[in-house]
C-alpha cells in the first residue's frame, strides 16, 4: 500500500535536517488519516468536480444529532470511506459515550490497512473520530487495546 503521489512529491521537497526516517507503516496511517479528515470536513457538493464528495453540513446536524440522524451519520461516514479511500478495508463505525465530553460526539472507526509495501500485509487500524458542536471531525488513532 502506497502514500498518494501528491504526499509523496511534497515529502521530496521538504528538508529533513533530523534525518529521522518514518516507518512505512506510519507514514501510510499518516496518509490516510489526514485524507480523511480532509474528506469528513469537505461539504458535500462544495467540490465542482465530484456533487457526491464529502459529508452533508455537519454544523446542522453537530447540534440536534438524535438516533435517526446519528444513524444516517454513521452510514454517510462509512459510504464516503468506502467510495473515496479505499486503502480503509471494510470500515465499520459505533458511537462511544462519553460522559467528560458532552460538547461533541464520538465514535471509534474501525477498519484494515494493508502495511506493506510489497505484497499484503493487514492490520486493524482503529480511529477516535470527535464531532464537535461546530460540526467539525477530528481524527486520532487508538492506542492501547
Known amino acids: 500500500m502506497r502514500t ?13 535536517p533530523t534525518g ?6 506510519v ?4 496518509s490516510i488519516m489526514s485524507y480523511l479528515e480532509r ?19 455537519m454544523a446542522n446536524i ?4 438524535h438516533a435517526v440522524s446519528n444513524v444516517q451519520l454513521e452510514r454517510d461516514i462509512v459510504e464516503q470511506i468506502q467510495l473515496y479511500e479505499r486503502r480503509f478495508i471494510e470500515p465499520s463505525i459505533e458511537q462511544v459515550v462519553d460522559e467528560k465530553d458532552s460538547i461533541a460526539f464520538r465514535y471509534e472507526l474501525k ?13 486493524q487500524f ?20
Open 126 to 145: 482503529i480511529l477516535d473520530l470527535k464531532l464537535n458542536s461546530g460540526g467539525r471531525i477530528t481524527l486520532e488513532e487508538k492506542r492501547g487495546f
Open 62 to 65: 453537530a447540534g440536534t444529532l
Open 4 to 16: 498518494r503521489i501528491l504526499e509523496r512529491i511534497a515529502n521530496l521537497e521538504v528538508p529533513n
Open 27 to 30: 507514514a501510510i496511517k499518516r
Open 111 to 123: 477498519g484494515m490497512i494493508d502495511i506493506s509495501e510489497i505484497g499484503v500485509v493487514m492490520r
Open 39 to 57: 474528506l469528513l470536513n469537505t461539504r458535500r457538493g462544495d467540490p465542482a468536480i465530484d456533487p457526491y464528495y464529502g459529508l452533508p453540513d
Open 20 to 25: 529521522v526516517v518514518v516507518p512505512h507503516e
